[in-house]
């Protein structure tokens, strides 16, 4: 997995920034290998009810296709900044900013 580290005049810019800017392909990614890690899928079942999205509506497939589906949704919903936050509430030792 390839890392991106954005600098703005030496200082990294915090994922809840980019998660408001438009066209974030590679947050999409980045979010979507770190909860294909780091969810099972009664977790990411969890993740789903702490979001309030339905787990059962999101894409028939593997864990994989459904984390997939589930940050689009936050995306398309503009709720990315929700996601990034319940991500660190439930996986506090990760360090999201690493993005």
Do not use: S
């Not at 954005?6 to 066209?23: F, H, K």
């Not at 929700?82 to 993005?99: G, H, S, T, Y």
């Amino acid at each position: 997995m390839q890392k991106l580290i954005i600098q703005v005049e030496t200082n990294r810019i915090d994922i809840l920034e980019l998660a408001q800017q438009p066209g974030t392909g590679p947050l999409r990614r980045f979010l979507h290998e770190e909860i294909h890690e780091r969810f099972d899928d009664g977790e990411l079942r969890g993740l789903c009810h702490a979001l309030g999205v339905v787990y059962d509506d999101l894409i028939d497939g593997g864990l994989g296709e459904k984390c997939l589906d589930l940050v689009g949704y936050m995306g398309r919903h503009g709720r990315k900044r929700e996601l990034i936050a319940e991500l660190r509430r439930q996986r506090p030792k990760v360090d999201w900013n690493r993005f």
